[in-house]
């Protein structure tokens, strides 16, 4: 039986900030980090799992991933995955810590670091990717696994167990769909803000080349270079491929509306975070006042406990779930039943790092055990990164194909680790840039 002993954490930091990959109206200069957690068990097998920040501040991610992981030490993995509900519970619970909450934050991140580290083991320990794992969970196991407090004015566990029991006898068809076709992706590789004219058209040229369904662009911070950049995109790309974009949270909510409402002949897939995370009201007016443009957020919704206010008032058509942002896997699992019973689309965020590696488990899973297949669930993907982990995320013709090796997807080459462990791998050591 297999015991979890021991924790260690790394700060690894990416030096993403010198290209300006990743930067938007918000974000002007990331460095792509993990604040990376490894349970270490009895066994050959670890539970590898980390939150993606953007540079300062990983060390207090840090910190409160090593004050969490504490609470599983001991454990052995067939106990922890029966009371895996509770462990949820629990680590949301801590009578003290709580109060850096609740549900929330730096604490709520860290919460999912460790169960995302579990549900690593858990899957490694069977030897099958966490997609399969979840997707062979019986819907009365997946439901336990779910801390339904707070949302169960939106959905009880009985309508959950509805919901998984619709697709119980399509999951085998489910399955094989997706391990020939996989799921449909999008990227925003070639729409980050601080690009050229000429670099954003070429990323935009090879994205269609790629065979990507819908392409995001970074917008926000001034309406002439979005008109201009929408205009050289359109020209490019045509009246009718889809295009969706992304502000980041700059506007406030009257800004956001009457800005979207001035790009509307760019026929937008989508307008992605138009204003502050928190602001459920604020996307339900935007919602109503830019019709028909979608408005579509999540990447930073805390908790479910928003993502349930947001479906209620009917402020997004799109739901974007981020593998790091709320506590783990089981909330994600909340998240997705949630917007299945509203009927509203899963578009899951991702980028940074590890990101496309970690939620396209939940996608595949959603789209096997959940929603199944369909033509609304497009999954993000960048181009950065990806060769840091043990599996990368394999794309084919556009879409995101199922990962083949156990585990949850976080797990990263231990000589990544090393060079850019922050401040002493090699690559800050020698004091290149900071
Ligand atoms: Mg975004």
């Not at 990983?58 to 004050?67: C, D, K, R, S």
């Not at 509805?162 to 076709?181: C, D, H, V, W, Y």
């Not at 009257?254 to 002949?265: H, P, T, Y």
């Not at 957020?297 to 709320?326: H, N, P, W, Y």
Request: hydrophobic share 40%; net charge negative; proline share 5%.
């Amino acid at each position: 039986m297999t015991k979890i002993c021991s924790s260690e954490s790394f700060d690894v930091r990416f030096p993403t900030s010198t290209m300006l990959d990743g930067s938007d109206a918000m974000n002007a200069d990331p460095d792509y980090s993990a604040a990376y957690l490894r349970l270490k068990t009895d066994s050959t097998i670890s539970g590898d799992s980390l939150v993606f920040t953007i540079g300062r501040g990983n060390e207090l991610q840090i910190a409160a991933i090593n004050i969490l992981a504490q609470k599983v030490i001991g454990l052995n993995l067939d106990d922890a995955l029966t009371n895996i509900g509770s462990i949820a519970k629990e680590l949301s619970s801590d009578s003290q810590l709580r109060w850096l909450g609740p549900d929330k934050g730096v604490f709520h991140m860290a919460a999912g670091a460790v169960l995302n580290a579990l549900w690593d083991l858990f899957s490694k320990e069977k030897n099958l990717p966490l997609w399969k794992f979840l997707s062979d969970m019986s819907p009365e196991q997946t439901v336990e696994a779910i801390d339904f407090r707070y949302i169960s004015d939106a959905m009880t566990p009985v309508q959950a167990l509805e919901i998984l029991n619709r697709q119980t006898e399509n999951k085998s068809k489910n399955e094989a769909f997706l391990l020939s076709n996989g799921v449909s992706a999008y990227t925003t590789t070639p729409g980050w803000l601080g690009y050229s004219d000429e670099k954003m058209l070429a990323l935009t040229q090879n994205a269609l080349d790629d065979g990507f369904s819908l392409i995001k662009y970074k917008c926000g911070k001034s309406l002439v270079d979005d008109r201009r950049r929408l205009s050289k995109i359109r020209e490019l790309v045509g009246p009718d491929f889809p295009i969706a974009i992304d502000a980041n949270q700059v506007w406030d909510v009257d800004l956001a509306i009457s800005w979207v409402n001035s790009l509307r002949e760019f026929n937008l897939r989508w307008i992605e975070e138009p204003t502050h995370p928190d602001d459920v009201l604020g996307h339900a007016r935007i919602a109503r006042e830019v019709s028909p443009t979608p408005v579509a957020t999540g990447e930073m919704a805390s908790s479910r406990i928003i993502f349930k206010q947001l479906l209620q008032s009917k402020a997004i058509s799109v739901m974007q779930i981020d593998a790091s942002r709320v506590a783990g896997v089981n909330e994600n699992l909340a998240n997705v039943l949630m917007a299945a019973k509203f009927n509203v689309p899963v578009c899951p965020h991702a980028g940074g790092v590890g990101l496309c590696e970690m939620v396209q488990h939940i996608a595949m899973w959603d789209s096997v055990a959940v929603s199944g297949p369909h033509q609304e669930r497009v999954v993000e993907y960048v181009d950065h990164l990806h060769e840091h982990f043990v599996e990368p995320v394999r794309m084919s013709a556009g879409r995101y194909m199922p990962p083949q090796l156990p585990g949850a997807g976080a797990h990263m080459h231990q000589s990544s680790i090393d060079e850019f462990l922050f401040p002493s791998g090699e690559y800050w050591k020698n004091g290149v840039n900071k």
